[in-house]
């Protein structure tokens, strides 16, 4: 019995030292998370400025969703095409894109989501340029406009490169891992492979992760009061006589198709003056001149609001 517990005592002060070695941290960095070998602690990319890390939750995150539709609350571009502007890039449409608009080729552009406070990222699926093909026209997008060759995503703490290969990953998407609290997720193009023409696209990223706040992109414009007895009416064009009873007006169908913004705003004919008109039905002066805006830029339109009780011959389509 003496000899069997002195073994155990022996065996245990010998173990000792090594098991205290394993369980040591590093004293350098006792807090730090693990990062891969291309993420790094230099100001962010996506802010400007030093990086902060957001505090992580005290429980693991849930499985995750896809939560794009929820967390980005605006998005902005080195540059864009005012048809394809940066939200684009985010509104979960493939017949939407960004499209940049600078000199070149599109190589160093960049397009960045901001996210709403308490987003955590999983990760997030992106393709490499826009794949649809145009309708109304049938014109190959993917073949007529630049696309990613090499690509940086970049977040709060860290960034990762993904690679596309124009000839076999059109609609392809690539996963890219971010496991992180984040506030902005920033996509540029360091390679560009060339199409028909010199513009590069970005069509919808996918976001997963968790996110439980309010949702959609901020809108500034939905507390202002309406000033109009009746109703806002934005007029956008008049159609020419020999337009069909049924013409869909699809310039501007395509200009604001995924303008969330504009959610809940039904574009309408109507009659003014006997001349057959097309326009838009809106909340308050706020959203009339944010639409005059988008509109007059991308056609030229000219468009003019006016508070009116409005006959509505016919409903064009609402953006949901």
């Not at 393709?127 to 309708?135: D, N, R």
């Not at 959610?263 to 008109?277: L, M």
Request: glycine share 6%; aromatic share 8%.
């Amino acid at each position: 019995m003496f000899r069997i517990r002195f073994r155990v005592i022996v065996t245990a002060l010998l173990l000792a030292p090594l098991l205290a070695g394993c369980s040591k941290k590093n004293t350098d960095d006792d807090d730090a998370p693990i990062l891969r070998r291309d993420q790094a602690r230099a100001p962010s990319a996506a802010s400007g400025s030093a990086a902060t890390a957001a505090p992580a939750s005290d429980k693991a995150p849930a499985a995750a969703r896809n939560i794009t539709a929820d967390c980005v609350e605006s998005a902005r571009a080195s540059s864009e095409d005012r048809k394809h502007p940066a939200m684009h890039a985010f509104d979960e449409r493939p017949t939407t894109a960004w499209n940049e608009s600078a000199g070149g080729d599109g190589a160093g552009e960049w397009v960045e989501a901001k996210l709403r406070p308490g987003t955590y990222v999983s990760y997030v699926e992106v393709g490499g340029g826009w794949s649809a093909t145009s309708q109304p026209g049938n014109v190959d997008l993917w073949e007529h406009n630049n696309s990613f060759r090499k690509m940086k995503v970049t977040w709060d703490q860290g960034s990762a490169e993904v690679t596309f290969d124009r000839s076999t990953d059109r609609g392809k998407k690539k996963r890219v891992e971010v496991k992180a609290p984040t506030t902005a997720l920033r996509f540029s193009a360091i390679e560009v492979d060339r199409g028909r023409f010199n513009d590069l696209c970005l069509d919808d990223v996918l976001i997963y992760g968790e996110y439980d706040g309010p949702k959609g992109p901020v809108d500034e414009c939905k507390d202002v009061t309406s000033t109009c007895a009746s109703d806002l009416f934005v007029q956008l064009a008049s159609p020419l006589p020999s337009a069909p009873a049924d013409y869909d007006y699809p310039h501007t169908h395509k200009l604001l198709a995924g303008r969330k913004e504009f959610s809940g705003t039904r574009f309408v004919e109507t009659y003014k003056n006997g001349n057959r008109v097309m326009g838009a039905i809106v909340k308050n002066r706020c959203y009339a001149d944010k639409l005059m805006k988008v509109h007059d830029e991308a056609l030229k339109s000219h468009p003019q609001a006016s508070c009116e009780r409005i006959d509505v011959r016919r409903v064009i389509f609402e953006i949901p």
